[in-house]
């Protein structure tokens, strides 16, 4: 129908908006380093973890972080050796510079 687009079922008609300017944020770490998928990060202080007795030790590495847009400000989601997958805060890590 031109420029218009038509449900086969409804017959709904809406025209097709292309976003050219997808909005990007930038993660920085606890320091202002920026963060990307695959970087690997320090915690900077002990966490604690629900439902576990032992915390994240400051100083724990973690390896091929994964930027998301989670729940309550978590903005990483990553697997913590001897925790398994969570989701961690910005806030709270240091970006490893090779």
Same mark, same amino acid.
């Given at each position: 129908m031109g420029s218009l687009l038509v449900c086969p079922e409804c017959a709904n008609e809406w025209t097709q908006e *292309?976003? +050219? /300017?997808e909005e990007v944020k930038v993660i920085?770490? /606890? *320091? @202002?380093n920026i963060l990307e998928d695959g970087d690997t990060v320090t915690i900077i202080k002990d966490l604690k973890v629900k439902g576990s007795s032992t915390s994240?030790? +400051? @100083?724990?590495?973690?390896?091929?972080?994964?930027l998301v847009n989670g729940p309550d400000g978590h903005?990483?989601?990553?697997? *913590?050796d001897g925790f398994g997958a969570m989701n961690l805060?910005?806030? *709270?890590?240091?970006? +490893?510079?090779?």
């Open positions: *292309v976003d +050219v /300017a920085k770490d /606890a *320091v @202002g994240i030790k +400051v @100083g724990t590495k973690v390896r091929n972080i994964r903005d990483i989601d990553a697997k *913590v805060k910005s806030s *709270v890590v240091k970006k +490893v510079l090779s």
